[in-house]
């Protein structure tokens, strides 16, 4: 085995102070291997983050479904998400990585497997843009599914593709708050950006995770609750929720017991949080169907 490149999850979960809601969906989360069976061929090579320890994390939090976002480390072989989601009785979906050779038969394939997605990596460190009309094409393909495109942008990028967001056929997420940077504050232009966005396109999602790539001053990462917090006030029913674990690339590793207790301090009320955690991720990722 290859020596992993980026640290591991932090293995000692606490118990969240937070009681998630029945049906709280993870909804930006990874599987990583075991690399012996889901070779890794990424940017990046992590400790292997398997099935089963996925599975004891969302015990330990108390979250009912998931959405298995693959990741660059696993190229477009999908297959780690597929397999998960086949003992998974119905609680898991995923995002599929996707390229050029993908035809309809095997989107169909994917779709029959429980995907709703496919991401897009905008961000340096993941390789950069990807080719823009490879790019088109694989959008007007999903968009016969009714899938959304996840898109992951350096905050600094975001700008320059607004317009070209606003015009997508399809619904679409952005990861991670947009990646700002909380130290720039909520004037800063990239997240007027993504504020703007959600507040004149209804096919603008964002997802309130990332709290530990947003933050500047390090743990307990509270300096990225006033973002989620404009994020939530601005498009309720266009908000959802993840973990991102096993969290690779971070400055700080969090413990996911920590990042779960943020969620009231941004989603204050109830009905909120059942919006953030529920209800907007079983409507986006068709979870009421079979």
């Not at 504020?195 to 300096?223: H, N, Y």
């Amino acid at each position: 085995m290859t020596k992993p490149t980026v640290p591991g999850p932090d293995p000692d979960t606490r118990v969240p102070k937070f009681k998630l809601p029945p049906l709280a969906c993870d909804a930006h989360t990874h599987i990583f291997g075991p690399g012996a069976k889901y070779p890794y061929v990424g940017s990046y090579i992590p400790p292997d983050a398997p099935l089963e320890d996925f599975v004891k994390l969302h015990k330990i939090l108390g979250i009912g479904r998931a959405v298995i976002v693959n990741a660059s480390v696993h190229g477009t072989d999908n297959s780690v998400a597929l397999d998960a989601i086949k003992v998974s009785e119905g609680r898991f979906r995923a995002v599929a990585n996707l390229d050029g050779g993908i035809t309809e038969d095997g989107l169909q394939e994917l779709h029959d497997g429980g995907f709703r997605g496919c991401r897009f990596n905008f961000v340096k460190h993941l390789g950069g843009t990807p080719d823009m009309k490879v790019f088109h094409r694989i959008v007007d393909m999903v968009a016969k599914l009714n899938w959304h495109v996840d898109l992951h942008f350096d905050a600094v990028d975001l700008p320059d593709y607004a317009e070209l967001l606003a015009k997508l056929p399809v619904r679409y997420t952005i990861d991670h708050m947009g990646r700002v940077k909380a130290a720039d504050g909520l004037d800063q232009l990239p997240f007027r950006t993504l504020i703007d966005l959600m507040q004149r396109d209804e096919k603008c999602w964002v997802k309130v995770s990332g709290c530990e790539r947003v933050t500047s001053a390090g743990p307990p990462f509270t300096d990225a609750v006033p973002f989620a917090k404009k994020i939530c006030e601005t498009a309720p029913d266009r908000v959802i929720w993840g973990t991102d674990w096993p969290h690779p690339n971070v400055k700080a590793m969090p413990n996911d017991g920590d990042l779960v207790d943020l969620i009231p301090l941004f989603a204050t009320t109830a009905e909120l949080q059942q919006k953030i955690l529920v209800d907007n991720p079983a409507r986006l990722f068709d979870f009421d169907s079979n």
